[in-house]
């Protein structure tokens, strides 16, 4: 199984930008999609934004036009890019892949923390 490491979490200021990767302990070449999460405590866990392997990408509407999905096939890494940032992105973003053979895997987490 796959196995995913995220990083670049941190505390921001509204209006700030991150940038969160998603190392892979394997080749993310052939993964039927790739997506992150975020979760605040005593809440689902939702859907920020998901890359299927046939091309589409969607986002969550509340961050359309802010955050960017993307993937660096040759570092086994995929991102998430997050611009303008709001307190209400706070929360634990996780990164998610799905295998061909329908084998999921999850990271550990990172926090987001969007305060002045």
């Known amino acids: 199984q796959v196995q995913l490491m995220e990083s670049g979490g941190g505390l921001v200021q509204p209006g700030g930008s991150l940038r969160l990767s998603c190392a892979a302990s394997?080749?993310?070449?052939?993964?039927?999609?790739m997506a992150w999460y975020r979760q605040v405590p005593g809440e689902q866990r939702e859907l920020v934004a998901l890359a299927h392997s046939v091309g589409s990408i969607h986002y969550l509407d509340s961050v359309k036009g802010r955050f960017t999905i993307s993937r660096d096939n040759a570092k086994n890494t995929f991102y998430l890019q997050m611009n303008s940032l709001k307190p209400e992105d706070t929360a634990v973003y996780y990164c998610y892949v799905q295998q061909p053979s329908g084998e999921t895997s999850w990271g550990q987490g990172t926090q987001v923390t969007v305060s002045s």
């Open positions: 394997g080749s993310i070449f052939r993964v039927n999609a």
